[in-house]
């Protein structure tokens, strides 16, 4: 019955991990289309001014703002989908000088330095955005866009990421290996007589 449980939650963990994983790439997709279509109005003003002499002045209101806030949303989304892919920079010059056994202590040991720190970063952002909601804080561009919008995606990626954290964190004090382990790190395991 628990091994069920557990599958069960390990499937919804993964899948709600990729579906934010995509939903930042759905978000750098939004930020190319709107660049492109930037261009395509720069290109016809240019044409426009060559052909008449006169430009006509085409642009997308506030399109720097939107992809700002397009640019934070795939940032923050894509923070526990990276971690559990093992995309994340990690300076593993101290942990291949470690044996195993001492190599899973320092990852527990870096996990419960991270996990607080992300779960007070998730809970600041939330505060921040319910206060942006609260007093109707607004963006100081052309199109004025309520702050709590981009604040959300940002406080739905750190709370994601402090999952995918704690997910970590029980996974290698239950004894097994961190999912984000590198390739790099990998090869080092199977040269390791102590593995």
Same mark, same amino acid.
């Given at each position: 019955?628990?091994?069920?449980k ?6 919804n963990?993964n899948?709600l991990?990729?579906w934010s994983?995509?939903?930042?790439g ?9 660049? @492109?279509?930037?261009?395509?109005l ?6 426009s ?8 002045g085409?642009t ?16 923050f @989304?894509?923070l526990?989908?990276?971690l559990?892919?093992?995309g994340?920079?990690r ?7 470690l044996?195993r056994?001492m190599?899973?202590?320092f ?9 607080p ?18 007093y ?10 309520p702050l ?8 739905l990626g @750190?709370a ?6 704690i997910?970590e964190l029980?996974a290698?004090l ?10 790099g ?11």
């Open positions: 019955m628990w091994e069920v557990e599958s069960l939650l390990r499937r963990l899948r991990y990729l994983g995509w939903l930042a759905a978000f750098i997709a939004a930020i190319f289309l709107l660049v @492109l279509c930037q261009v395509g720069n290109l016809i003003d240019r044409l001014g060559l052909m008449t002499g006169k430009a006509v085409l997308i209101p506030s399109y720097a703002d939107f992809t700002g806030f397009f640019l934070a949303a795939a940032s @989304l894509a526990a989908h990276t559990r892919q093992g994340h920079i300076v593993s010059l101290v942990i291949a000088q044996d056994k190599r899973h202590i990852e527990i040991w870096c996990l419960l330095l991270t996990t720190v992300s779960a007070y970063f998730t809970w600041y952002t939330i505060s921040l955005t319910r206060e942006s909601y609260t109707h804080d607004l963006s100081p561009g052309m199109v004025a866009v709590w919008i981009p604040q959300s995606a940002m406080s @750190l994601i990421l402090t999952i995918a954290l997910d029980l290698t239950r004894g097994g290996k961190p999912s984000y382990a590198g390739a790190e990998r090869l080092l395991d199977d040269d390791d007589p102590t593995s």
